[in-house]
T-cell receptor
Framework: GDSVTQMEGPVTLSEEAFLTINCTYTATGYPSLFWYVQYPGEGLQLLLKATKADDKGSNKGFEATYRKETTSFHLEKGSVQVSDSAVYFCALSDRYGNNRLAFGKGNQVVVIP | DSGVTQTPKHLITATGQRVTLRCSPRSGDLSVYWYQQSLDQGLQFLIQYYNGEERAKGNILERFSAQQFPDLHSELNLSSLELGDSALYFC?????????????FGSGTRLTVV
């Protein structure tokens, strides 16, 4: 079935560093792609989305581009802040299949002052 | 406030007991999804309801059950609780299966089984 793979392990970086979290997907159709963020003690919040190939989603300085040729949707931010410390989940929606979101395992991001 | 309301926020109960978690979806959303989040298993999909009917099942134990009522709120029932059931339980809702707008999540219920 459709699935999402995120890079293994937590990410620790210094304030103002560049952040990249890799996400690749497997899908038979043309999914929509999402990044969710979970701050400590809270539920998941939609960070950004892209619904078709070459779309770029952006929000709060984060960006991700839907790359059909490499089946990827990597999350990037040019200069992270301590407040960006959270868990980030990549997800896809197969609108022609079970019409449900499939989530990756998530990446813990820790930003050190 | 995401618009998805979950109660209670925290629940502490003993092994062998039964609890009910409640979720009110965002206004206009017909689909409700339940997820379990634990440190070792990550985010696990449990079950989905659409307009009162069960639509999909994930890794839901037989000791767990759910339903969605005519007013679209949903309840997740957990019985014969074990220590390993301690986790965060999230409810999410959507109006289009998530295809265009994704899901809206509640803030979760933290269940501790002692």
């Amino acid at each position: 079935g459709d699935s999402v793979t995120q890079m293994e392990g937590p990410v620790t970086l210094s304030e103002e560093a560049f952040l990249t979290i890799n996400c690749t997907y497997t899908a038979t159709g043309y999914p929509s792609l999402f990044w969710y963020v979970q701050y400590p003690g809270e539920g998941l919040q939609l960070l950004l989305k892209a619904t078709k190939a070459d779309d770029k989603g952006s929000n709060k300085g984060f960006e991700a581009t839907y790359r059909k040729e490499t089946t990827s949707f990597h999350l990037e931010k040019g200069s992270v802040q301590v407040s960006d410390s959270a868990v980030y989940f990549c997800a896809l929606s197969d609108r022609y299949g079970n019409n449900r979101l499939a989530f990756g395992k998530g990446n813990q991001v820790v930003v050190i002052p | 406030d995401s618009g998805v309301t979950q109660t209670p926020k925290h629940l502490i109960t003993a092994t062998g007991q039964r609890v009910t978690l409640r979720c009110s979806p965002r206004s206009g959303d017909l689909s409700v999804y339940w997820y379990q989040q634990s440190l070792d298993q990550g985010l696990q999909f449990l079950i989905q309801y659409y307009n009162g009917e069960e639509r999909a099942k994930g890794n839901i134990l037989e000791r767990f059950s759910a339903q969605q009522f005519p007013d679209l709120h949903s309840e997740l029932n957990l019985s014969s609780l074990e220590l390993g059931d301690s986790a965060l339980y999230f409810c999410a809702s959507s109006r289009d299966g998530g295809a265009n707008y994704g899901y809206t999540f509640g803030s979760g219920t933290r269940l501790t089984v002692v």
